[in-house]
């Protein structure tokens, strides 16, 4: 784990160096790969912005807006 965030809704944003995406939300864990379309590996960064689009900061891919 690199990089922890929580976001407006009180969810938990996990970034890792090389296991990419993680949330965890109402007792779950989801992990965030190709498919859901991330292809990421390495997260640096995770924040918030004023209309709650996350932003990811990756090795790999640059910045990239969730939806």
Do not use: C, M, P
Not at 20 to 28: P, V
Not at 30 to 43: V, W
Request: charged share 30%; aromatic share 14%; net charge positive.
């Amino acid at each position: 784990i690199f990089r922890l965030f929580e976001d407006s809704k009180k969810n938990l944003w996990i970034g890792t160096v090389g296991g990419g995406l993680a949330i965890y939300r109402e007792g779950k864990f989801q992990r965030f790969a190709a498919k859901e379309g991330l292809e990421a590996h390495t997260i640096y960064s995770i924040r918030e912005d004023s209309s709650h689009y996350t932003w990811i900061g990756t090795d790999e891919s640059g910045l990239i807006r969730w939806r």
